[in-house]
C-alpha cells in the first residue's frame, strides 16, 4: 500500500461524487461512496486510508475555492473547458499543499504521474503549469 494508491483512490472516489453531484451528494452520502471505494481499492486500513479519506473530503469541502484558483491561474481556460479529471487532480494536489502539509514538489509530481495515467502527456503539462503558477501563493493551513 502506498500513498499513490490511496491518491487513486482518491481521484476515483471523488471523480464518483462528481458524477453523482446533480443528486443530493450530502456528507453522510460522500463518508459512505468513500468508504465503498477505498474498500473497492483495497485501501481499507491504517494510515492509508486516514489519509485518502481526509483528502477525499478536504477536496470536496474546498472545491469551490480550489475551482476558483484554478481559474484564475489557467489564462483563457475556463474551469469548464478544463477535464474533469484534471480538475479532480489539481483540486487534490491543492487540497495536499493548503492543509495537508504535502511539499509542493510532491503534491506537483503526483499529480502530474496520476495526470499521465488517466488524462494523458499535454494534459500533465497544463496541470504542472497551472500547480506550478499556483506555488507562489500557496499559504499553508497549520
Given at each position: 500500500m502506498s500513498r499513490r494508491k490511496a491518491r487513486i483512490s482518491a481521484l476515483e472516489t471523488l471523480f464518483e461524487i462528481e458524477s453523482r453531484e446533480s443528486e443530493d451528494v450530502t456528507s453522510d452520502s460522500i463518508?459512505?461512496?468513500?468508504?465503498?471505494a477505498l474498500q473497492r481499492n483495497g485501501v481499507a486500513v491504517g494510515e492509508y486510508r486516514d489519509f485518502a479519506g481526509s483528502l477525499i473530503r478536504g477536496t470536496w469541502e474546498h472545491?469551490?475555492?480550489?475551482?476558483?484558483s484554478i481559474e484564475g491561474s489557467s489564462r483563457k481556460w475556463s474551469l469548464h473547458r478544463i477535464g474533469r479529471v484534471e480538475a479532480a487532480i489539481m483540486r487534490m494536489a491543492l487540497h495536499e499543499m493548503r492543509r495537508?502539509?504535502?511539499p509542493p514538489s510532491v503534491a506537483i509530481n503526483e499529480a502530474v504521474e496520476l495526470t499521465k495515467r488517466y488524462a494523458s502527456e499535454r494534459a500533465a503539462s497544463f496541470v504542472n503549469g497551472i500547480l506550478g503558477s499556483l506555488v507562489a501563493?500557496?499559504?499553508i493551513e497549520e
Open positions: 463518508v459512505d461512496i468513500c468508504h465503498e472545491k469551490a475555492e480550489y475551482d476558483e495537508m502539509s504535502t501563493g500557496i499559504q
